[in-house]
Structures are given as structure tokens and as C-alpha cells.
């Protein structure tokens, strides 16, 4: 207790301006205070200071990429579920396309068509197949139809067309009165039936050809265009 009362005393007698004259014992704690005090200061400015940015991005981007995992592995305990998902997609995607008659069986199908009018007691006036349309996998074959009957006759034409093997829809449907004769429920049908066809590789292959010329074309004149217009510029 003593000794400590008179270290207090020392210090307390220090002349700061004269520090060589201070004890060994105090000349060496303030000169380890000093360098702990600048040391520390150093690294606050050219570590910390500098670091700092960097910790806080790669902490972000920790837990960016926990959520990424997180995500990755919600996704792999649903392997399965998506692989039995994907098979059922193809399955039915399959049936469908089961349903689209190919080349062979088209005129078949025109036949059921003109031959569902007629069993439901319509008078058939006008049953013409228009052009083939082209999509991406698929051709369209619309057909113009009229048909004159009673009400209840084109309901169950529609129906007979719902029920065929092949898938066919009813579009644009007109539903007007014959004339005279519309008293006595005579009425006409104007209705446009299109049936699709899935294509073969071979029939694709020809329509993927030409967007890519027609898109490389399109470029060609984009990029002429803007050589007209460097040009004027200049």
C-alpha cells in the first residue's frame, strides 16, 4: 500500500518537460503507452479504415451466396418431384400431340367434319379448306363452313365436333336467320373449324431457316443504314 502511494507521489512530481529525468520504470511505461496509442492509430487509418469496405462486401456477398445454396438445395430435395413433374408434362404433351392428325389423315378428317354437319340434320352450303398456316411446331388448316338448319342441330354439331379423336375448334361463329324461312327456325351458320397438324423435323427444319435468314437479312440492312447515316455525319 505504501509502495503504491508513493508510485502515485512519482508521478504526480513528473515534470513533463523534462521526461529524462523521469524513473526507468516510468520512462518505459509511457513510451509502450505511446506506441501502443500510435500503433493502434496506424492501423485504425491505413488497416481498418482501408479493410473495413472490403469486410462489408464480402459479407454481403456470404450471404448472397447462403440464399443461393439455401435456393439450390430446396431445389435438389424437389429433384424428384420436378423429374416426376416433367415426365407427367411430357406424357400429356405426348396425348396432345397424338390428337393432331398428320399428313396421311387430313382429308380423313375433313370427311368427319362435313359428315358431323350432316348427322346432326344440317344442310351443308359451303365446305372449303383454306391454306395450310405454319407456326413454330404446327400447322393450322382453317375451313370456311355454312351450314343452314335448326338451333338445336348446331348444338349438336358443335358437340359431334368437341367429340372427334382429333383436336378441331370452332372459330368465329355467325348464327343468323334464313331469310324468310326464319320463322320456321331455319337458320344459318357461318363458323370457321381449324384442325393442326404437328410437322416433322424436315418440315420445321425449312421455317427455322428462313427466320434466321430473314433476321440476318434484317440486320444486314439495320447495319448499312447506320453506315448511310456515319457517312452523312462525316
Request: net charge positive; aromatic share 8%; proline share 5%.
Amino acid at each position: 500500500m505504501n509502495k503504491l502511494k508513493e508510485l502515485f507521489e512519482q508521478l504526480r512530481n513528473l515534470d513533463p518537460n523534462d521526461p529524462g529525468r523521469w524513473p526507468l520504470g516510468v520512462r518505459l511505461g509511457t513510451a509502450i503507452l505511446l506506441f501502443l496509442i500510435v500503433a493502434s492509430a496506424g492501423y485504425w487509418f491505413f488497416v481498418w479504415k482501408a479493410l473495413h469496405p472490403v469486410l462489408l462486401e464480402a459479407r454481403a456477398k456470404e450471404t448472397e451466396l447462403m440464399k443461393e445454396l439455401e435456393g439450390k438445395a430446396r431445389k435438389a430435395a424437389n429433384l424428384q418431384a420436378y423429374k416426376d413433374q416433367l415426365a407427367e408434362m411430357e406424357k400429356s404433351f405426348g396425348a396432345m400431340l397424338r390428337q393432331l392428325p398428320d399428313k396421311t389423315e387430313v382429308p380423313n378428317l375433313l370427311v368427319d367434319i362435313s359428315q358431323t354437319g350432316l348427322a346432326a340434320g344440317l344442310e351443308e352450303k359451303l365446305f372449303q379448306p383454306q391454306g395450310e398456316q405454319r407456326k413454330d411446331f404446327y400447322a393450322e388448316l382453317p375451313i370456311s363452313i355454312r351450314l343452314t338448319g335448326g338451333y338445336h342441330q348446331m348444338g349438336t354439331f358443335a358437340s359431334g365436333i368437341a367429340a372427334l379423336p382429333r383436336i378441331v375448334t370452332l372459330h368465329d361463329i355467325e348464327i343468323t336467320p334464313a331469310g324468310k324461312d326464319a320463322t320456321a327456325g331455319n337458320l344459318v351458320l357461318n363458323v370457321t373449324a381449324k384442325t393442326y397438324r404437328y410437322l416433322d423435323e424436315e418440315e420445321q427444319a425449312p421455317a427455322d431457316a428462313g427466320k434466321k435468314g430473314a433476321k440476318d437479312k434484317k440486320g444486314a440492312k439495320a447495319k448499312k443504314a447506320a453506315k448511310g447515316k456515319k457517312a452523312e455525319g462525316e
